[in-house]
């Protein structure tokens, strides 16, 4: 028996919605990661880019648990001396909510050209209303 490796052509990659309003911010995310990356696929090869594509919407009402809303904080570094910033959950909500599960989507994907490729597979929107009603995408229920 050998094991059958599926070559690019043969990946089907479908579009799913799903809305963040009343979800768990990591629980949703990790659904979205495994989505994202195909895991949820018979045919899942590692090295691939086997996912399908994901659309969330209402990302500004996702819920946090316990202290996070005000404790939970954002780390960016633009490689200059001193340059760290230091970003609230709170403010982030308030400035931009979509930033929230984008942020913590990718912190389950690979840190590689993959996990790179992964990540634009995702669509994050503020509200209901999304672009994406051509490619006719399914609802997804987490």
Request: hydrophobic fraction near 35%.
């Amino acid at each position: 028996m050998k094991t059958r490796s599926l070559k690019a052509a043969e990946i089907r990659k479908d579009w799913y919605v799903a809305d963040a309003e009343g979800k768990t911010l990591g629980r949703f995310a990790s659904e979205i990661a495994k989505i994202l990356r195909g895991k949820h696929k018979p045919t899942f090869t590692p090295h691939m880019d086997m996912g399908d594509f994901v659309v969330v919407v209402n990302a500004e009402k996702v819920e946090v648990s316990g202290k996070k809303e005000m404790d939970k904080t954002y780390f960016k570094h633009s490689g200059y001396p001193g340059s760290t910033t230091f970003t609230k959950l709170d403010q982030l909500r308030r400035t931009h909510p979509e930033r929230i599960v984008k942020k913590a989507v990718w912190g389950m994907l690979p840190k590689n050209r993959l996990g790179r490729a992964i990540i634009k597979h995702l669509k994050v929107y503020i509200g209901p209303d999304h672009p994406h009603m051509a490619q006719e995408p399914k609802e997804l229920h987490i």
